[in-house]
């Protein structure tokens, strides 16, 4: 198959904020997820004969970054060693009070910054909309260690919001004192005798 | 004033739909041009690897049948030997022979033995399975928190199958596509002008596949013309050579010409493992073997005229195993995971002496022991066939089971015969890679 690399060039252009969109929130940082975006794209320029031209291309771009995010995952972390929940239904709040409005880039440092196992099922799961019998079966874990991944990401993700919301209402609160440059000039020392007298 | 709200809400409305889209790296589509022009000469799968590895498991099972008929054959000939040979009474004589002599005629003098259970440690890198259809919920910029709630919930629709949804969807992408780089847009539109001759449901989303299929250099007529139901395909993992290490241990039954008559050897060593390409790993490392058996004594070789002819001839063998071994696995699910492995082995012998029987005489004469004194070295000459089952008990530790088969290919030792050997070694396995961080 031809592959036209001026093409490929402006369609990847084309869809390279939504793709690293999707593989952001599942890698750590930027480098690792355009290192996994460009394993995306390399399918779908090596795979093109997969794609049904009847739906739309973008749910099937999405699928494949979201794919490769998990490949990647399970390529590194081949285990996400956590305790299973399979007796223990969780009930958890996952209510969060704040008033701090979070934009996009805070949310995701917040992501980013989950270990990996416990990113990638808050991925599938309140992101992505999947249950934890499909997490269980795309990650080959087991359903309550998928749920005790979930537990352990909404309580860290808590603790971070807490944190941020911490952190505006101190800036807020606190009247800072401007630190004044001073001459040196003008600084008189004072002088001790042996005795601890001041001269 | 704090105000309850959904944790899976903040984050999925944010990020689902991010306003923001990252801008574009040159950097990182230069990365994806080298990994397409090394795709271009990336040589194929070497196709005979999983052949052998395959063949490895069937040999494994037809090497019973074998062996458990040769098993028969000897017993047979073995009882005819006996009741050929009349008992002698010989004068007892314990005594070192002087057989060097003859020795030196021979050669470097080894013997056959047994050896060491390779393991082959393999992780999990499974192709991605095919998951119910992506959320494709992009919309385009400045869009209020309701207008995102109802689009993901539409495409939340598309995902179950509603085709309706879907066009709410190609309408975002032609709103996200105006928000993007002149440049860009010209190349969609350009793309337009043949997507107008072909029939697709939308314009936009007509472009947008277009200029996918003429990145892949595909005809729009080829793309339009697929009706019904097309199954994504399964996307591969992102491979990275995977190393380990093996601490083994091992009981084993060893035979010459069949396994039916044996005798139960040892072994232990270690193994160093990598998973080079995807699913294959090559194994190599060293074992100590101890190799107890016996055989009928008119299997053994030797230059030696022995005034009275021994029944039996048991010999003690110690040899270091160096296996080179290649393994294929064929399944991985949660921690557990089955591989076969197939491979060639070198002997150096470490020790190796016989001890001869000459049944039930009251008085013997004759020699009964000799120590071969030479070290023989035996290179790629036994063949491993071998399956292993590994259970990772952590990222790092594995334990694993390894039922094994060894076949000689040439006659090894001082008696020049052909041992083999069945075993299951018990494997300790460390994940080295656990420490090394992914690029």
Not at chain 2, 38 to 64: D, E, T
Request: charged share 20%; proline share 3%; hydrophobic share 35%.
């Amino acid at each position: 198959m031809k592959q036209d690399r001026k093409s490929q060039k402006v369609l990847y252009k084309t869809f390279y904020g939504f793709s690293m969109a999707i593989c952001l929130r599942y890698a750590g940082n930027r480098d690792e997820a355009a290192e996994v975006m460009n394993q995306g794209f390399f399918k779908v320029f090596t795979r093109i004969e997969s794609y049904d031209a009847d739906r739309p291309f973008k749910a099937w771009l999405g699928r494949i970054m979201m794919n490769v995010s998990i490949d990647y995952y399970r390529a590194n972390l081949k285990m996400a060693y956590a305790e299973d929940l399979d007796n223990a239904e969780h009930i958890y709040d996952a209510s969060v009070a704040t008033d701090n409005n979070l934009n996009y880039n805070d949310l995701l440092a917040m992501v980013q910054q989950l270990p990996q196992g416990y990113r990638t099922v808050f991925n599938l799961f309140a992101i992505d909309g999947y249950s934890h019998e499909e997490i269980a079966d795309m990650l080959n874990i087991n359903i309550g260690t998928s749920k005790s991944n979930l537990f352990k990401a909404r309580q860290k993700l808590k603790q971070m919001i807490a944190d941020a919301d911490a952190s505006v209402n101190y800036n807020k609160e606190i009247n800072f004192t401007p630190v004044v440059a001073m001459n040196g000039a003008n600084i008189k020392p004072a002088f001790y005798n042996n005795k601890g007298i001041r001269e | 004033m704090k105000t309850q709200k959904d944790l899976n809400d903040i984050f999925k409305q944010a990020l689902a739909d991010p306003v923001e889209e990252t801008v574009f790296r040159d950097k990182d589509w230069a990365m994806l041009e080298q990994m397409l022009d090394k795709g271009k000469k990336r040589p194929g799968i070497v196709f005979w690897l999983p052949v052998l590895s395959s063949a490895a498991a069937i040999l494994l099972f037809f090497g019973w049948l074998m062996l458990g008929r040769q098993a028969t054959d000897h017993e047979q000939k073995a009882q005819q030997q006996v009741a050929v040979a009349p008992v002698q009474k010989v004068q007892p004589q314990v005594a070192a022979v002087q057989q060097s002599a003859n020795n030196n005629t021979r050669g470097a003098v080894v013997h056959s033995a047994i050896t060491a259970s390779p393991k082959t440690l393999t992780q999990q890198t499974k192709p991605a399975q095919v998951e119910p259809a992506y959320l494709a919920n992009n919309t385009g910029a400045g869009r209020s928190n309701v207008k995102n709630n109802l689009q993901q919930k539409e495409a939340v629709n598309m995902q179950r199958g509603n085709d309706a949804a879907g066009n709410q969807l190609e309408n975002a992408i032609s709103e996200s596509k105006n928000t993007r780089e002149n440049e860009t847009l010209a190349a969609v539109n350009e793309t337009k002008v043949i997507a107008s001759s072909t029939t697709v449901n939308t314009p936009d989303i007509a472009a947008a596949d277009i200029a996918t299929k003429q990145a892949t250099g595909n005809s729009t007529d080829a793309g339009a013309s697929k009706v019904g139901k097309v199954t994504i395909k399964k996307a591969g993992s992102s491979f990275r050579p995977l190393f380990a290490l093996t601490v083994l241990a091992s009981s084993e039954q060893n035979g010459v010409g069949s396994l039916q008559q044996t005798s139960t050897g040892s072994n232990i060593g270690m193994m160093f493992s990598a998973e080079l390409i995807k699913k294959f790993t090559i194994s190599t490392g060293a074992t100590y073997s101890v190799k107890p058996y016996t055989l009928p004594f008119t299997d053994y070789h030797t230059a030696y005229k022995f005034k009275n002819t021994p029944q039996y001839v048991t010999a003690d063998c110690r040899v270091l195993d160096i296996p080179l071994n290649i393994g294929y696995q064929v399944y991985s699910k949660y921690r557990n995971k089955i591989s076969v492995g197939t491979g060639l082995s070198s002997y150096i012998m470490m020790h190796e002496s016989y001890t001869y029987d000459y049944g039930t005489t009251d008085v013997l004469y004759g020699p009964s022991y000799y120590a071969v004194k030479s070290r023989g070295k035996y290179m790629f000459s036994i063949m491993n066939l071998n399956a292993t089952y590994e259970r990772q008990v952590n990222s790092k530790v594995g334990i694993s089971l390894q039922p094994y088969l060894k076949v000689p290919l040439t006659s090894i030792g001082y008696s020049q015969v052909k041992v083999e050997t069945f075993g299951v070694a018990v494997g300790l396995n460390w994940n080295i890679n656990t420490f090394t961080k992914p690029k």
